[in-house]
């Protein structure tokens, strides 16, 4: 079976990891690998946006599976241009991931299946946006609609910088054609949830939940970051609230976007938001989630690449589960100094080499071989994953772990799982 993955960050390694581990004899591919997938793949020198070459790509190397890794391409219609070609691939149709790309879509869904979610008015006019902020007030949050590299969303504490907000977006075009239309919404209290779901557009496969970490600082402070750590799985998800995810959230969700035309098959993440009042939908993704996909894939036991393979094929996954092991996992993201602002790219990077074992996983996201030495190439540099009996025990594993790597500038957070720590310690 030949196999390409497209991207190349820490979710992308954590999925060719896993699909080795499915189908060891298998070839995998994947495009412009970063420094821990170039060792487990062949390198693909085109960019993960440029759709038009990679369905030429595959349709000549004769790919049986396709796996896109990040919403860039799928907003973009790479699903499409491959299902044109006759070619197997797992993701999303570009009309199914507006589900991401444009919040105004996805909120409106939402009001209309009946699903629990923040109540919202969608602007694209200055005026009424500050309107609407001045007559609602604060806590409020302010949305670019469309794709913001996670960045978009802005929680509100005063009407001041809630007023800031819409102008920055809909005057300044800040957020560029992404904030030509905004998103504002009711302001929900709760912890954070993300669920991901392998869904053949009608049935779910759901994973283990896990929790993210946004903010660079300990204690969840500081500004957004794409995620610096996650854990797996979440004591506050039970089986009976993942049961009400999937009657509230996945299967209306599913269903109205079938009705709609859009059915959406591939990876659909909820972002849930475990209110007072209960269960509420945050935002959805159209695809796995970085850093969460480096704990949920190391707990599961069964086979990704079967529900993988009959959702690209057309198939159903009517009456499927997904086995996961009864382990906990917690990733610690190693990131470069100065990320989310400006960091400096290209320090030589040491990782020991006793530091990896079975249940001690270094997944790249950022790095590059030059010459032989491993550099840092991005923002979050590589993602150390620790699966233990306890949480305690993986938490402690994955931070001084992480702590062992070394480059300049090198910045982690040691706090991941705070929140399941003072849950599970009372
Ligand atoms: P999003 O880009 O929609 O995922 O939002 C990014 C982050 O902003 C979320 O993970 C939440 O922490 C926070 N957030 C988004 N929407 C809300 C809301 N309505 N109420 C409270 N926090 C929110
Ligand atoms: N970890 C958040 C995301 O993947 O969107």
Redesign the pocket.
């Known amino acids: 079976m030949r196999i390409l993955i497209i991207g190349n960050g820490g979710r992308e390694h954590a999925l060719l990891w896993k699909l080795r581990k499915d189908a060891p004899s298998a070839h995998f591919f994947a495009t412009k690998p970063n420094g821990g997938m170039a060792p487990l793949c062949e390198p693909v020198e085109i960019a993960p946006g440029d759709v038009e070459a990679l369905s030429g790509w595959a349709a000549a190397h004769r790919i049986d599976l396709t796996v896109i890794g990040p919403e860039a391409p799928l907003a973009a219609g790479i699903v499409d241009r491959f299902e044109a070609k006759g070619l197997p691939v797992f993701g999303p149709s570009k009309d199914a991931a507006r589900i991401e790309s444009s ?1 105004a879509y996805s909120k409106e869904l939402m009001r209309n299946a009946g699903v629990p979610t ?1 109540e919202h008015h969608t602007f694209t006019n200055l005026d009424g946006a500050e309107a609407f902020v001045r007559e609602r007030g604060a806590p409020i ?1 302010v ?1 670019a609609s469309g794709l ?1 590299a ?1 960045k ?2 802005v ?1 509100c504490t005063t009407e001041e910088e809630a007023l800031g907000a819409v102008r920055s977006m809909l005057g300044d075009l800040a957020f560029g054609e992404a904030g030509r239309e905004v998103v504002i ?5 709760g912890e ?1 949830v993300s669920v991901f779901a392998v869904t053949d557009g009608e049935h779910s496969v759901i994973l283990v939940p896990a929790q ?1 970490h ?1 903010r660079i600082g300990e204690g969840d402070t500081g500004p ?1 970051t794409g995620g610096m750590g996650a854990y797996a799985p979440v004591t506050l998800a039970t089986p009976a609230l993942i049961d009400e995810a999937r009657a509230k959230v996945f299967t209306p969700t599913l269903a109205a976007m079938s009705a709609d035309g859009a059915p959406f098959r591939g990876l659909l993440y909820a ?1 849930l ?1 475990l209110t007072p009042s209960g269960l509420r939908v ?2 959805f993704n159209c695809r796995f989630g970085d850093p969460e996909t480096q704990v949920v894939l190391p707990l599961m036991e069964s086979s990704l690449l079967d529900l993988l393979v009959s959702v690209a094929e057309g198939g159903s996954l009517a009456g499927r589960t997904a086995r996961q092991r009864s382990t906990a996992a917690v990733t610690t993201v190693v990131a470069s100094g100065g990320y989310p602002g400006a960091y400096e790219k290209g320090k030589e990077i040491t990782v020991p080499n006793d530091l990896e074992s079975e249940d001690l996983i270094v997944f790249h996201a950022g790095t590059a071989y030059r010459d032989g030495r491993l550099l840092t190439a991005g923002g979050r540099v590589l993602a150390v994953t620790a699966v233990a009996d306890s949480f305690a025990a993986a938490a402690e594993a994955s931070r001084t772990g992480a702590e062992r790597i070394e480059f300049e500038g090198a910045y982690l957070r040691k706090d991941i799982g705070w929140r399941e720590r003072a849950r599970t310690l009372g």
């Open positions: 919040k923040a949050v949305k913001a996670g978009g969303a929680v919404e009711e302001y929900m209290e954070e993210d946004k957004n972002g938001m945050v935002e």
